[in-house]
Each structure stands twice: as structure tokens, then as C-alpha cells.
């Protein structure tokens, strides 16, 4: 019996992509027909486009083709994770469905899995980003490794573009995250990883789902889940800051008790300091905020994604979950 890889990709508004991705993944898997069956799961983040009346004609052309319609849009990172716990493959591999994460690499991917590896990364080497953008990168990456204290280093420049063996996958299904940081996620769970270099390709249809939020939610997800560094910054801050305040405030009243005519106190220097204060402050309620945030969606453990329909499956919804 032949082994299965399951492919998997969440879409949202990308009429102008699907059609060429299936076609560009039926390419590569063809020449793996011999060796292994797949299935390709495209999730649809309930588009407001032509995508979904797409998919339906591209599933019932090609069983291959597996479709999930979600009864609204749950994002680009539960949507993502959910497809990637739906695949019944013996490996994983994840996509964008615009294209920038190119399927000619599949043929790599299973290749470095039939090498041994467990867990497949592609890594950017070069992006057609902005030099602000790239920097921002890699300053990112650069300080997460800095204050990671999981043990295990995390990649730069990848975004979960890969393949995951079947066995790392149900360590996914265990640990029931509802709102993971991939890519962090499969670097501690410490399984052997090879990086597959990459130029990403610029977007040909429709507009990209990246903006700023996204791209916030996504760095402050990496903190949080792997270090409890900004944490304890917060509260050596706040010590260290309460003891320049102490010495200050001692060096002005001996100052002052010394040149009590001709030292004036002024506003200039109280309102600074009232400024600073307040804004290391609201800094510091931030940080906890993020953790507050992160603690309040593990308690609520609120579903991935909840499903309008199933094309081409035999099974529930959600079967593969757990």
C-alpha cells in the first residue's frame, strides 16, 4: 500500500491562485505517483470573491482535491494550523495558496523526508521586500533567539512553508494549541530538521493578506509562547528604574536644602519625569498584556475553526483533530 502526503493550504480571496496551485501540485505529485497517493486540502476562510465556486469546480474535476469551507474568516494563523491537523498523510507539507510558496519544491521536501528528516523547513533567502521590511526581520528573529529561553533555536525566515512528518503532526493534535506559533512550535518540539533554501516568488493575483496587525500578531505570538524574558525585564525595569528615581530624588532635596534660594526646582524636569514614567509604564502594562492575552485564549480553548461544508472527504468534521 502506498504512503500518503497530504497538502495542505487556506485561502482567502485567491480566485486568481487556486487553479494554478492545484495544477502546479498535481505536477509535482505526479512524479511521485509510483511511490505515494496525496490529497490536497485547500481550507476556504469563507472568501468573498469567485474562490470557493472555484474549489467546488476543481474538487469535483479532481478527488485529489479536498475542500473545507469555514462559515467565516478565522484568520491566518488558525486556519492554517486547523488544515495541517486535517491531513490523514503520512507527512504534511503546508503552502500559501498565493503562490509565493512555490510547489516545485515539494519534490525537495520529500526527498530530505526520505533522507531521515522529520520535519522539512523552506527558509527565504531572498524576498522582494523593502530594506526597512527585511531589517525589521531580522532584528525580530535576532531578539527572540535572544531572550528564547526553550532551549531549542528558532529558524529565521521561515514561515511554515515545509513538511512535518505524521508523527510530528500528532504532537500537534496533542497539545490542543488554539492559537500556535508554528514555527517556533516544531523547532521545540525537537525533532530532526533540515532547511530547504528558497527565493520567494513575488505575488502574480490579488492583493496580499499581510499587514501590519498580521504581521504584530505574529511576532508577539513568538514571544510570548517561547520566552518569559520580556516578563522578568519588566519587573528588573521597574526596580531599577524605582532606584534612579530614590537617588534622584535624594540628590535634588540635598540640592535644594543646600541652594534653597538659588536652586530652583522648575517643571521642566517634573514633567519629563512624569512623561518617562508614564510611558514606561504603559510599556510595561503592554508586555503583561500580551501574556494576559495569550493565558485568557489557552483557558478559553475556543475551536480552530468551526466548518460550513466538506468536499471530497469521507469523514466528519473536525475527525482528525485530535
Not at 530530505?112 to 528573529?141: E, N, T
Not at 528615581?245 to 517643571?267: A, E, H, I, Q, R
Request: net charge positive; hydrophobic share 40%; proline share 4%.
Amino acid at each position: 500500500m502506498k504512503k500518503k502526503i497530504s497538502i495542505v493550504s487556506s485561502a482567502y480571496n485567491e480566485e486568481g491562485n487556486v487553479e494554478l496551485l492545484c495544477k502546479q501540485v498535481q505536477e509535482q505529485m505526479s512524479a511521485w505517483a509510483d511511490q505515494y497517493d496525496y490529497e490536497q486540502i485547500i481550507l476556504d476562510n469563507a472568501s468573498t470573491d469567485g474562490t470557493l465556486a472555484k474549489l467546488r469546480q476543481l474538487a469535483t474535476q479532481d478527488k485529489h482535491i479536498k475542500v473545507i469551507v469555514n462559515v467565516r474568516n478565522f484568520g491566518h494563523i488558525r486556519s492554517p494550523y486547523y488544515g495541517m491537523l486535517q491531513g490523514t498523510g503520512d507527512a504534511v507539507i503546508y503552502m500559501a495558496s498565493d503562490l509565493q510558496d512555490p510547489p516545485a519544491l515539494i519534490s525537495e521536501f520529500i526527498k530530505q523526508w526520505q533522507a531521515g528528516y522529520k520535519v522539512v523547513l523552506a527558509q527565504k533567502v531572498h524576498s522582494r521586500d523593502g530594506f526597512l521590511l527585511r531589517f525589521m526581520r531580522k532584528l525580530y528573529y535576532y531578539l527572540l533567539n535572544l531572550v528564547n529561553d526553550t532551549g531549542a533555536e528558532l529558524v529565521p525566515n521561515c514561515t511554515g512553508f515545509g513538511l512535518f512528518d505524521k508523527e510530528v503532526i500528532d504532537q500537534m493534535r496533542r497539545l490542543e494549541d488554539p492559537y500556535p506559533y508554528v514555527r517556533g512550535l516544531v523547532c521545540e518540539l525537537g525533532y530532526p530538521k533540515v532547511l530547504v533554501p528558497f527565493e520567494q516568488p513575488s505575488r502574480k493575483c490579488g492583493l496580499t493578506k499581510n499587514n501590519f496587525y498580521t504581521l504584530y500578531d505574529n511576532a508577539m505570538i513568538g514571544f510570548t509562547n517561547h520566552s518569559k524574558v520580556p516578563l522578568r525585564l519588566a519587573a528588573l525595569g521597574g526596580f531599577a528604574l524605582s532606584a534612579v528615581s530614590f537617588v534622584l530624588g535624594c540628590v535634588y532635596l540635598v540640592l535644594k536644602l543646600l541652594y534653597w534660594n538659588s536652586f530652583p526646582m522648575g517643571t521642566a524636569p517634573i514633567l519629563l519625569a512624569v512623561l518617562f514614567f508614564a510611558s514606561v509604564q504603559l510599556l510595561f502594562l503592554g508586555i503583561l498584556g500580551e501574556y494576559i492575552g495569550a493565558i485568557l485564549t489557552q483557558v478559553l480553548k475556543r475551536p480552530l475553526v468551526v466548518e460550513k461544508e466538506r468536499l471530497n472527504f469521507d469523514d466528519k468534521p473536525g475527525a482528525h483533530k485530535k
